[in-house]
């Protein structure tokens, strides 16, 4: 408890309300529940962090492979019309 620091916060009733409530049906009290639910928080957005970065990161991977893909699969198909032409041309 040593490392434990007071703070005064001001919610309205209402939350206080559900606050009370929650806390009883979970059997803690005020200061545990609130500890909780600002790790829980904190851990959600640092998640929420995370993905829209690896999002942002496949979005742009997709862009380059596309380029890639494009600039490859014209030589490609330019090959595979050739061999289909030879295909026809033996028949």
Do not use: C, H, Q
Request: charge should be negative; proline fraction near 1%; glycine fraction near 4%.
């Amino acid at each position: 408890m040593a490392d434990n620091k007071k703070i005064l916060i001001s919610i309205p009733e209402n939350l206080l309300r559900e606050l009370d409530n929650a806390v009883k049906e979970e059997g803690t009290n005020r200061s545990d529940f609130i500890r909780k639910s600002i790790r829980f928080y904190l851990i959600e957005k640092r998640k929420l962090e995370i993905r829209n970065k690896m999002k942002a990161g496949y979005l742009e991977m997709s862009n380059i492979n596309k380029s890639i893909t494009e600039e490859y699969s014209e030589g490609d198909y330019e090959d595979f019309l050739s061999y289909e032409t030879k295909l026809i041309g033996s028949e």
